[in-house]
């Protein structure tokens, strides 16, 4: 039940971002479900997006900065 809500969050933040391709928000919400699917490379993807977007907003770098360490790259994390 909780990884199909997840999918399904992904999937509304993703036909969200087809409109506003630009909303850092919403790049990091979909990463969070994303991380918290399991799908730690696509979640990284999304975080650094929200970043490029908006490179000062410490919480997206943070959100990274996990989802590196969860998938092992512990130098990204602490780089982050």
């Known amino acids: 039940r ?5 999918k399904e969050a992904i999937a509304d933040a ?10 850092s928000g919403m790049y990091n919400l979909r990463g969070l479900s994303k991380t918290y699917a399991g799908d730690l490379p696509a979640a990284i ?6 970043l490029q977007i ?14 590196y360490a969860l ?5 990204a994390s602490d780089k982050d």
């Not at 909780?2 to 997840?6: A, F, I, P």
């Not at 993703?14 to 909303?23: D, F, R, S």
């Not at 490179?55 to 996990?66: F, I, K, Y």
């Open 54 to 67: 908006e490179p000062t907003n410490n919480s997206m770098l943070q959100n990274r900065a996990v989802a």
């Open 71 to 75: 998938s092992g790259d512990m130098a």
């Open 14 to 23: 993703t036909v969200v971002l087809q409109a506003e391709p630009m909303n």
């Open 45 to 50: 993807e999304d975080f650094t997006k929200a």
């Open 2 to 6: 909780k990884l199909g809500l997840l």
